[in-house]
Nanobody, 121 residues
Framework: QVQLAESGGGLLQAGGSLRLSCAAS????????MRWYRQTPGKQRELVAG???????NYADSVKGRATISRDNTKNTVYLEMNSLKPDDTAVYYC???????????????WGQGTQVTVSS
């Protein structure tokens, strides 16, 4: 089994910045893609940013230019840094990873429990 543990977030000011971390632990052979999603009440979970094992990244238009996703493969950890925060960035942020647990296994999808980010104006 694989666990994803997010940290960071909290109550932040508009115009400020945040740094989220997500560490994967457990039975891990390799991690393909690591992503950050966010969700507000009554809305679908939306992709914020993703990073492949190669290092290639993609971002939602709403955060492009403000967010940077990175990963440390030696620590099985993904980071999300975002600046120029807006109240619209308020959401629960979830970490997601596609993990291969053994050399012969399929890849499986795992989610963290989420961390609340609240941006006040």
């Amino acid at each position: 089994q694989v666990q994803l543990a997010e940290s960071g977030g909290g109550l932040l000011q508009a115009g400020g910045s945040l740094r989220l971390s997500c560490a994967a632990s457990g039975r891990i052979f390799s991690i393909n893609v690591m992503r950050w999603y966010r969700q507000t009440p009554g809305k679908q979970r939306e992709l914020v940013a993703g990073i492949a094992s190669s290092g290639s990244t993609n971002y939602a238009d709403s955060v492009k230019g403000r967010a940077t996703i990175s990963r440390d493969n030696t620590k099985n950890t993904v980071y999300l840094e975002m600046n120029s925060l807006k109240p619209d960035d308020t959401a629960v942020y979830y970490c997601h990873a596609i993990v291969q647990t053994t050399p012969l296994s399929h890849e499986y999808s795992y989610w963290g429990q989420g961390t609340q980010v609240t941006v006040s104006s």
